[in-house]
């Protein structure tokens, strides 16, 4: 990290993992940790795009103390393999990879609270569309954060035009997502991509430390893996939006009225097309609520893991 940058104090109280190994149907390694007691209750958390397992440190370290917490990178992200070809990346793998992920790390019979932040949330709606028979099998409840499910660019926040031009809004973001995602981070381009990512990832009134936080997570990540997802996301999530009809498990939703990546409304619409909702939250700040209000997000996911576990309790 270059001199002058604020580190997030809580990064240094992360607690000791575990390995484990996950290889999706393709054979791409997805590396997975697991945190907190062996005998835990399992949450387990998939991160957004250009980030890291690293991004939840706020929930790894509040929930650890109690439950099993698994994390883990998306394939082009962090410690996980990074596919060179295009063809290694769609919402097919993007789910794939999660139930490997599940298959691997939770025990036989056993069902855990899965949480998804942005591209996460996605995960999560494409593995309930793509393998429906699993999602009672492994999942007690979900938690979609600052997500969506469509209409990726409609709404963002970064490009205003009159409302007649957002046809042409929408190319434009949307090839300015790709581009920004796939390229090489160069001497002379650190500053301006530093100024696109803080814009939409964080709210305008987040701790520094938190957009230096971001933007080490999105530089850390290969332009392979940026640049991959970037495309799968733009080209996949269009008018038409990932169906819902499978998650039926309890569904917590939260959304940030701040957030210019992926404004209020879409988490509005999930609320709303979610077949079990559990709670509809809606919180201050921009995109990241995981890291911009940390102490209501981890509220929430014990919340949610409390009252599923007391409901097996009931029905058992």
Known sequence: MAAGHRRLAVLAAMPPSRPVDVRSV?????HTEVFGPDDGYPIVL????????RVWANQIVDLAGDYRVIAYDHRGHGRSDTP???????????????????AAALRPDERA?????????????????????????????????NT??????????????????????????????????????LPGSVQQTR?????????????????????????QTPPAGRGGWARVLVDSLGPRHVSLRNLTVPT???GSRGDRLLPIGASRRIAADAPNLASFVELPG???????????????????????????????
Request: net charge positive; aromatic share 4%; proline share 4%.
């Open 46 to 53: 998939a991160h957004g795009i250009t980030c890291a397992l």
């Open 26 to 30: 393709d054979g791409t390694r997805i």
């Open 84 to 102: 060179r070809r295009r063809s290694g990346y769609s919402l097919d793998f993007l789910a794939a990879d999660l139930d490997a992920v599940l």
């Open 195 to 219: 100024r696109v990512v803080r814009t939409l990832a964080v709210g305008r009134d987040a701790d520094p430390a938190i957009a230096d936080f971001v933007f080490e997570l999105f530089a």
């Open 286 to 316: 921009g995109h990241c609520a995981i890291l911009e209000q940390p102490e209501e997000v981890n509220h929430q996911l014990r919340s949610l893991a409390e009252s599923v576990r007391e409901q097996r309790r009931i029905s058992s």
């Open 148 to 185: 969506t499910t469509g209409d990726l660019l409609r709404d963002v926040k970064f490009l205003p035009v009159p409302r007649a031009l957002s046809g042409g809004r929408v190319r434009a973001a949307g090839s300015l997502l790709k581009a920004v995602g796939a390229a090489p981070l």
């Open 252 to 254: 917590l939703v939260i």
């Open 113 to 145: 609270v899965i949480a998804g932040h942005s591209m996460g949330g996605i995960a999560i709606s494409a593995w309930s569309q793509r393998y429906p028979q699993r999602v009672r099998r492994c999942a007690d409840a979900v938690a979609l954060v």
